[in-house]
């Protein structure tokens, strides 16, 4: 009778060993590669790049800008469609994986306590020394054959154990690369709200290109024309005062608003809505513009503020300031205005000086009061310029320009 439980008991365990050994065969390993589809996805992005690079560097013409603009357009719909792609398959191998994992996970676990429980009583059935096993054997052959079993029951169940826990090692292991994925989710996910936006803006900001020229190649080379002088005579006016170096402590508001300075270390080293100009060198007309919403009480408007707005800038030259621009959730415009007349009312005017005698203004200030070609003025340039003379600083300047602001 003991001969046949020690029979059952091996056959048992060889067994369950099999039947184990096929379940965890059966488990899948997650996938690491790439679909076709994102791959091709992919190429197409490479190329659509390079042909946005290669218009970039055409001579600017509203038809090379429109070409450029579809093209950036169609290059972020496919940016879209790539990451909504590698989301998808993201999530099904997620899913699918963590639940097969799950159900592993508690197969082991039961496998774990049940195995746990029996090799302590195998452990205690071979407890008895050889003596007793012999004593209690019919014959040398007997005793063989129960020893033999025995010793067969212990290392099975010593290799189930040992596999068993190794199993679960694996598969906790994997789970740890699919909560790596699903970060990858999150974080494609932020992607596509970001590319999803982007396409909004490249929409509006073609729509307003073809609106600002009314589709004529004679209006837009007109606006370019325009804006590069601007710009270029900020440049110089920046470089006849000895360059535009960073200052601190520069902003200081009172009941009229807040002067700011467009060197000032919290700004200044910023690029101009993301160009090659900088606050600094060429933000006046920008400062200018965050001291009058401030006037109109706007406190929380900086120049940041302004400059992280692409819609502010012109669509045909990112560095220049649109007669109409928005911040802290207002609109306003400037509008050709007469200085004295301005002032009189009790709102102050946007000036814009010829330092170099010039047709175009080569910087910006606010006139706040004054009256007959005596100014008091706010001026974003000069280390604290807040309510300064203008003619003790400019004396030779020309004013070619002049606005009120509605806001």
Known sequence: MKKVCFILLVLFLAFEFKGYVIAQTETPTPTTGSSASTTDLQNKINDLQSKVSDLQGQEKTLSSQIAVMNNQINL?????????QQITELTLDIDTTTKKIDHVEKSLDNLSKVLINRIVATYMAGSASEFQVLASSNDISDFVKRANYLRIAQEHDKKLIYDTVQAKNDYANQKEIFQDKKVQTEKLQADLTAYSSQLEVEKQTKNRLLSETQGSEANYQSLLAQAKAQLAGFSNFTQSQGGASILSNQTACDDWGCYYNQRDGQWGGNALNGTGYTLASDGCLVAVMAMMYTHY???????????????????????????????????????????????????????????????????????????????????????????????????????????????
């Open 76 to 84: 972020t719909e496919l940016r879209i469609a790539s990451t909504e």
């Open 297 to 407: 009480g706007h406190r929380g408007v900086n120049p940041q503020t302004i400059n992280s707005i692409p819609s502010n800038f012109a669509s045909y030259f990112p560095a220049y300031l649109n007669k109409t621009i928005s911040a802290d959730g207002a609109s306003s415009s400037r509008i050709s205005a007469d200085i004295d007349g301005t002032l009189s009312s009790g709102h102050p005017v946007v000036v814009g000086i010829s330092y170099d005698g010039g047709p175009v203004a080569d910087h910006f200030v606010v006139f706040v009061s004054g009256s007959g070609g005596n100014y008091v003025m706010k001026d974003p340039f000069t280390p604290n310029g807040n309510n300064i003379d203008f003619r003790g600083r400019y004396p030779g300047a020309r004013i070619v320009e002049t606005e009120r602001v509605s806001l």
